[in-house]
């Protein structure tokens, strides 16, 4: 299926049945959250059984229920690029397989273009669920590998020739036949990355899942029926689809904009690369529009359709109904267009590379999308979070005598602030939407051969406003093992900065510098670069927060006060300069006076 014919299919297809209006609301809400609760069992699983510190304890997961004609079904838990558009690969199995599709079947998909997957990193196991000869439902495990044997260890090479040099691409190929693992098959594959004992353990457990949630299925198909099951999510489809032209309705008609740019391609570097995104709402439909983007880039920052439309709906979510948060489905996705075209950075075509897709313009898509919606929706306006700022660093252990790749979670900034509330402190990426856990410090010394010297709260970096974002980090680490390599695709922020809504401020810059242990020299590391890194070096970043919402001065005195103090995120004379609050830093008090003659003179009043 190609990219048009993908974008034609957005909207998603009918309900699998005729909607029911005798179904007792306790068998309804009970079949439901049956389903919901399948998709937090097999990401639990995965956390418990998965081999890798990226999959088990940073959560790096996402899973979901899919019925048998590829409709949304439950989508409760993970990262949107990872599962949202997962229909695209689930349509794009049954159409290579038709008829030729069993019980006991599992497919793997990795490649952008031939799977539909977000970058290659990111491997899907899909297993089709049958009742009585039929195919009713699929269900995904998917997560993000150590290594997918690209041009360097780990993921997020920046400087690739094509998409091949990003690693193995598996286009939705079955792996296990009727129960029985295609042997040939799965050792070619793992052949290919580097740390395959590893991925063959994330794997198994990925597969697990799987077999678990179709387990699960049974028992409810067992205690229900097919026919009532079917017909309780049509019936869901319904209300989710209902309830969203409702949500939709409420936002006024118009065209709404927003854009959003990561710091360059990898390629051509300082040449940022830009989304721009037209959302438009007319009556109980909204359409989200990015035909004014850049085009696609030689560089590894380009998105496939699937992850464009993952990325677009979960922006557009955050501004409906919170109570639906657990009630997302096919009918959500009918009432919503996105419209990317071919050649633009937002579905680019074939060999593009795409690993940076979820970071670079990944973020940037939900950024501008939010950007957008904040001006649709004022009273629901949202600040972008700080900006990824992560690296990949791999070498040979000392201890173990073996190559590993560090992932890097650890110290982009805190959530953006949303209109009422300040950004959450601590949570780590906006493509993630939190679901990404931090790295335990102890854990990483551990298991990699570096010593982290400081993690800590940075104070100022938080974009200010009447609520403001969480803030950033100041983060240090030794390299206690021999030569390295840290790669830096996985991050931006040091040109381009997360929006602010209202009259709040914009994140401010990253910075990263690596001092030499021999030398104590101390060099900038910019993102979208390879850099070597000796025995002894140590490697510090800065780090910004969230943006703010509304005007700094508006914020409430005794809040920046608590700032100052109690979370000691702001200093005194920040609080001044932005903040228009003075404190006396002998009283620690607020000086009541010269707080409201400073923000007279900000209004100009």
């Known amino acids: 299926m190609d990219a048009s014919a993908l974008q034609a299919k957005a909207g998603g297809a009918e309900s699998p049945a005729r909607e029911r209006t005798d179904i007792d609301p306790l068998t309804l809400s009970t079949v439901w959250h049956s389903l919901q609760r399948i998709c937090r069992e097999m990401r639990r699983l995965i956390e418990r059984t998965a081999q890798s ?7 790096d997961i996402s899973v979901g229920i899919w019925d048998g004609e590829g409709n949304t079904v439950a989508i409760p838990v993970g990262l949107p690029v990872q599962f949202i558009g997962a229909k695209y690969s689930v349509r794009y199995i049954m159409g290579q397989y038709g008829e030729d599709i069993y019980p006991g079947d599992v497919f793997l998909a990795n490649d952008p ?32 590998m150590d290594d997918t044997g690209a041009a360097y260890p780990g993921a997020y090479f920046s400087n690739p020739y094509d998409i091949h040099s990003e690693g193995i691409l598996v286009p939705g190929i079955r792996v296990i036949e009727k129960g029985r693992e295609q042997r040939d098959m799965t050792r070619l594959i793992f052949n290919n990355v580097r740390l395959a004992e590893g991925a063959r353990a994330d794997s198994a457990a990925m597969i697990g899942a799987t077999k678990l949630a179709e387990n699960r299925l049974h028992d409810l198909i067992a ?57 438009t ?65 937002v579905n680019a075509n074939y060999p593009c590379a795409m690993g940076g897709a979820p970071i670079s313009m990944g973020h940037a898509i939900l950024e501008s999308v939010m950007m957008a919606m904040s001006a649709a929706v004022p009273a629901k306006a949202a600040a972008g979070w700080g900006r990824r700022y992560g690296q990949y660093i791999y070498g040979i252990h000392p201890r173990t005598k073996g190559l590993y790749v560090f992932p890097g979670y650890h110290c982009e900034g805190g959530a953006g602030a949303v209109y009422g509330y300040d950004g959450y402190k601590g949570v780590a990426s906006i493509g993630s939407l939190g679901e990404i856990a931090r790295p335990n410090n102890e854990d990483c010394e551990i298991k990699y051969p570096w010593k982290i010297a400081c993690r800590e709260f940075r104070k100022d970096a938080a974009g200010a406003g009447k609520w ?64 070597p890194v ?65 923000r007279a003179a900000a209004s100009g009043g």
């Not at 920052?301 to 409906?320: D, Q």
């Not at 021999?482 to 602010?500: I, K, P, V």
């Not at 005794?558 to 109690?566: A, G, H, N, T």
């Open 281 to 345: 709402v007319k009556g109980d439909r909204m359409a989200i529009d990015f035909s004014r983007s850049d085009k696609e880039r030689k560089g590894f920052v380009n998105c496939s359709y699937p992850t464009t439309y993952s990325l677009a709906v979960a922006g557009a979510i955050l501004f409906l109904d919170s109570a639906l948060v657990e009630y997302h489905n096919e009918g959500t996705m009918q009432c919503i267009d996105v419209i990317a075209p071919e050649g633009l950075v």
């Open 468 to 531: 403001t974002g969480g803030p950033g980090y100041h983060w240090e680490i030794v390299n206690l093992g021999g030569d390295a390599g840290m790669h830096t695709g996985a991050g931006q922020g040091e040109t381009t900065f997360s929006h602010g809504c209202l009259g709040g401020r914009t994140s401010f810059p990253n910075s990263c510098f690596i001092v030499r242990a021999k030398t104590g020299d101390k060099e900038r590391a910019q993102v979208h670069r390879l850099h």
């Open 223 to 279: 205690r229900y029926g097919i026919e009532r099951v079917s017909e309780c999510l049509a019936v869901m489809q319904g209300r989710t689809r209902r309830a969203v032209h409702a949500c939709i309705e409420g936002i006024p008609d118009g065209t709404y904009y927003g854009e959003s740019a990561t710091d360059d391609d990898g390629v051509e570097f300082d040449v940022p690369v830009t989304i721009r995104c037209e959302v």
């Open 53 to 59: 510190y990226l999959i088990s304890e940073m959560k």
């Open 113 to 144: 273009y031939k799977g539909y997957s977000c970058h290659p990193p990111d491997w899907g196991y899909f297993r089709p669920v049958f009742y009585q000869d039929k195919l009713v439902f699929w269900t995904l495990a998917r997560a993000h």
């Open 534 to 598: 000796f025995a002894g070096d140590r490697v510090i970043k800065d780090t910004s927060g969230g943006g703010g919402v509304g005007r700094p001065e508006e914020r409430d005195p005794q809040k920046v006060w608590e700032d100052v103090f109690l979370d000691e995120i702001v200093t005194i004379d920040y609080a001044r300069e932005v903040f228009k609050v003075a404190i006396d830093p002998a009283t620690r008090e607020i000086d009541w006076e010269r707080t409201k003659a400073l």
